[in-house]
């Protein structure tokens, strides 16, 4: 199976509302029918959470229902990680999407995560910028406050996410000067704050200067506009990434109940796992995870 996915990725290589608004309409029957997912035909799947996972689980699903036309996927708007773990738990949606692992006090023995494929983590940047990358200790002056401007003298204007969101939380985890430097950017007056992965992209496309975080999913899966940039001289290339070389990486998670392992759900995830799945992880920003990556809950 490594060799299978190595050769995949280097074929590849070489060939609107906020996230808690959106939990609390699926959660409350405004995005969902009330019980639609614990009530609903074995022939309808609902799937959401991390913007990361949205784009490239469309088309999944678009070659899934080729092979079970019976089968009809359903996709809302992104409601991010926490709110697709806490829609599973109530059982409104089959199959949460996740760009962190559970934590202690969601895990029990009916919710598990099942680890399909790690995507790069990246700084970027209008895809016009001609700026290749930089280093850490820059990309922190960045958010600092100490970096203030690009070469050409154009201001470099930040995407932020909330602090609670599983970008934040993994930028803080690079190091402690990125952690005091990001909770120092939140405090710069009007700053952007990016509530879900696709609003976030979007204000990096269109704002001159701009600076933020996103995935390689998003990049590739929704052919954003959008530069990534080096980091210390590497590339987030998926080479780089299954490699080792690009250490960047946040590994994305299907969560979902004992219960709902079964019927459309479960065909739908094993389809991911096979040979036509992998591909299109591949071909979308992904480094796919073999289904013998270890399922926990």
């Known amino acids: 199976m490594k060799s299978f996915i190595a050769a995949i990725i280097t074929g590849f290589v070489i060939c609107s509302l906020s996230s808690a608004c959106l939990a609390a309409d699926l959660l409350s029957a405004g995005a969902v029918d009330p019980g639609a997912a614990a009530a609903i035909s074995q022939e309808t799947i609902i799937i959401t959470g991390t913007g990361s996972g949205i784009g490239v689980m469309e088309i999944m699903a678009r070659a899934f229902q080729e092979k079970h036309p019976a089968v009809t996927v359903q996709l809302p708007p992104s409601i991010g990680s926490s709110g697709a773990i806490k829609a599973v738990q109530a059982g409104k949606i089959d199959i949460g999407l996740s760009a962190r692992p559970l934590k202690p006090e969601e895990r029990s023995g009916e919710i598990f995560e099942k680890p399909y494929g790690r995507t790069a983590f990246i700084f970027g940047v209008q895809d016009s910028n001609p700026v290749p990358g ?5 990309i922190e002056e960045i958010y600092a406050g100490t970096r203030r401007s690009w070469p050409d003298g154009t201001p470099i204007r930040l995407t932020l996410r909330p602090l609670s969101d599983a970008y934040s939380l993994y930028l803080a985890s690079i190091n402690p000067g990125l952690q005091a430097a990001s909770a ?5 007056p009007d700053v952007f704050v990016g509530n879900t992965d696709q609003e976030a992209a979007r204000q990096i496309e269109k704002t001159p200067g701009s600076f933020g975080t996103t995935s390689g999913a998003v990049v590739a899966a929704e052919k954003r506009k959008i530069k990534a940039l080096a980091v ?5 290339t998926l080479t780089n990434i299954a490699s080792g070389n690009y250490p960047y990486t946040m590994t994305m998670s299907f969560v979902y109940q004992r219960d709902k392992y079964r019927g459309a759900s479960k065909d739908f995830i094993d389809f991911v796992f096979s040979r036509d799945g992998q591909m299109i992880l591949a071909a979308n920003g992904f480094v796919p995870l073999s289904s013998e990556t270890r399922e926990e809950r």
């Open 134 to 138: 930089f280093t850490l200790a820059e």
């Open 184 to 188: 120092k950017a939140h405090a710069i």
């Open 232 to 236: 210390d001289g590497t590339a987030p």
